[in-house]
């Protein structure tokens, strides 16, 4: 008895060691799950922000020039409902609207209501244009977003033009699609009132929503209404149910509203799912290990298994990193390439820049140094443009020709990083050190289609270096 007591307490210890590592991994594999959900929901946040930014821009321009050809379409300082049907046909909005100056609101029905109380209205009569949002319309009943533009007559403000938008059209940019569920989306002023959503029943103020319905720590929720009063971006919890949502805010620059998108609760429960499932995985395969008395073979196994991932590891490192600079390689700077290709084409992508770079003298150094000199000289010009651009991919694409993805803070410093980069070049020439021809070129949204446009300019822009250089 005692026996068989001591040969099962080795037993016990391992299951209860099968059961630490479970819980551990589950934990572990939540923690994961919860910064790369928190990823995926930053990137997509930040990419409509920006661009909600550039959409809210081209139509504050529009209005401004409605305005403007209102104005000098009439006759006379009366509204023209006509003329105000026309343009509500030809124009993105869901409803244009006059505001003449006693207040009188002209729809293309005519006069619907007094918004003399308005602040837009009062804004527009002071000559001012902007965006402004609307709880509850007079009109429609429903929240609407409007940008507004004063019009004159003769040098003389006669009233307000308005574009208003719905619910509908901010429910169309709020929602968005993640693994084929739908994500959350809102729309909210600074202090927490909701502008757009894309829930069915919309409430009054996101705060209150939160708090009312302890769907947010009150640690959480004040910092969430301190990052927002402070324009910064900021994830935060939700709960949904027995669910922790991940959720993203980010403040527009055009205006002082506020995006925010929360993780889809049905696919965060999915991947806790499968966790769970993946760890019970793991006990059953020990334990059909232990029970088999293989455990010794399984460890073997998970050694090899991190000797061909060490090894896999080293192999890609080879096949991506130059040899003799330890840059990235033209392998590595072509999938760069590729992506940002697919990312233009998909418009993904909205800044980055593309730096030349060309080693001054090499052929030179090695016809009458020859290549060990020569290969020092390449070291030391990757030296120093890795010293300039420490956050972006640095690769070597040629022989004596390197290329720069500058992006992240180097991207924010670009101009006075490729400055002071050349001024040490142009003390170095004076030194006979080592000397590179230098182009930049920024990627421009507007007009790029190509990563090949934005690279040529660099490589023209380089070439005038070069000769600058030999001047």
Same mark, same amino acid.
């Given at each position: 008895m005692k026996k068989h007591l001591k040969n099962a307490v080795p037993?016990?210890?391992?299951?209860?060691?099968?059961? *630490? *590592?479970?819980?551990?991994?589950?934990?572990?594999?939540? *923690?994961?799950?919860?910064?790369?959900?928190?990823?995926?929901?930053?990137?997509?946040?930040?990419?409509?922000?920006?661009?909600? %930014?550039t959409e809210f821009a081209e139509n504050l321009t529009f209005i401004r020039s409605i305005a403007y050809l209102y104005g000098r379409s009439l006759k006379s300082p009366w509204a023209d409902i006509a003329v105000i049907a026309d343009y509500e046909k030809n124009t993105c909005f869901d409803m244009l609207r006059f505001v003449d100056a006693t207040g009188d609101n002209y729809t293309s029905k005519g006069v619907r209501s007094n918004l003399a109380d308005r602040d837009y209205y009062q804004a527009g009569m002071r000559g001012e244009s902007g965006i402004t949002y609307v709880q509850e319309s007079r009109v429609t009943g429903q929240r609407q977003i409007g940008f507004y533009a004063p019009v004159s007559f003769q040098d003389e403000i006669i009233g307000v033009m308005v574009g208003f938008y719905g619910e509908e059209y901010l429910r169309s940019r709020l929602g968005f699609?993640?693994?084929?569920?739908?994500?959350?989306?809102?729309? !909210?002023?600074?202090?927490?009132?909701?502008?757009? *959503?894309?829930?069915?029943? &919309?409430?009054?103020?996101?705060?209150?929503?939160?708090?009312?319905?302890?769907?947010?720590?009150?640690?959480?929720?004040?910092?969430? &209404?301190?990052?927002?009063?402070? /324009?910064?971006?900021?994830? #935060?919890? &939700?709960r949904d149910d027995d669910t922790d949502v991940t959720s993203y805010a980010v403040c527009l620059e055009i205006c002082d509203w506020v995006l925010i998108r929360s993780f889809p609760a049905n696919v965060a429960r999915q991947i806790q799912r499968g966790s769970i499932l993946e760890g019970q995985r793991l006990v059953m395969i020990l334990v059909a290990l232990f029970i088999s008395y293989t455990l010794l073979v399984g460890i073997r196994t998970l050694m090899e298994k991190r000797q061909m991932q060490k090894n896999l590891m080293n192999a890609n490192e080879k096949a991506y990193k130059d040899a003799l600079t330890r840059v990235k390689n033209k392998a590595a700077y072509d999938e760069y390439i590729d992506q940002l290709e697919? %990312? !233009?084409?998909?418009?993904?992508?909205?800044? #980055?820049?593309?730096?030349?770079?060309?080693?001054? +003298?090499?052929? %030179?150094? +090695?016809?009458?140094?020859?290549?060990?000199?020569?290969?020092?000289?390449?070291?030391?010009? /990757?030296?120093?443009?890795?010293?300039?651009?420490?956050h972006s991919p640095v690769f070597r694409i040629g022989g004596d020709e390197f290329a720069v993805l500058i992006m992240n803070a180097d991207y924010r410093d670009r101009d006075r990083l490729l400055e002071e980069m050349r001024q040490e070049i142009r003390e170095n020439m004076k030194q006979g050190k080592v000397a590179v021809a230098t182009g930049m070129s920024v990627f421009d949204p507007e007009n790029d289609k190509t990563f090949t446009q934005v690279f040529d300019r660099a490589d023209a822009l380089m070439y005038e270096n070069k000769s600058d250089l030999k001047a």
């Open positions: 037993a016990l210890l391992l299951i209860v060691g099968i059961i *630490a *590592a479970l819980l551990n991994f589950i934990s572990d594999n939540s *923690a994961r799950n919860a910064r790369q959900n928190e990823e995926y929901i930053t990137e997509l946040t930040e990419q409509r922000a920006s661009s909600m %930014d699609d993640l693994f084929g569920y739908q994500g959350e989306g809102w729309l !909210i002023a600074r202090d927490g009132a909701v502008l757009g *959503a894309t829930q069915a029943e &919309i409430p009054d103020n996101f705060y209150t929503y939160l708090r009312d319905g302890d769907r947010c720590t009150e640690e959480e929720l004040d910092r969430l &209404i301190r990052s927002v009063g402070d /324009s910064r971006s900021t994830a #935060f919890t &939700i697919r %990312d !233009i084409q998909s418009q993904a992508v909205r800044e #980055f820049s593309i730096l030349v770079c060309d080693i001054n +003298n090499l052929k %030179d150094i +090695n016809d009458h140094l020859g290549h060990i000199e020569g290969d020092r000289y390449i070291r030391e010009a /990757s030296h120093l443009i890795c010293r300039y651009w420490a």
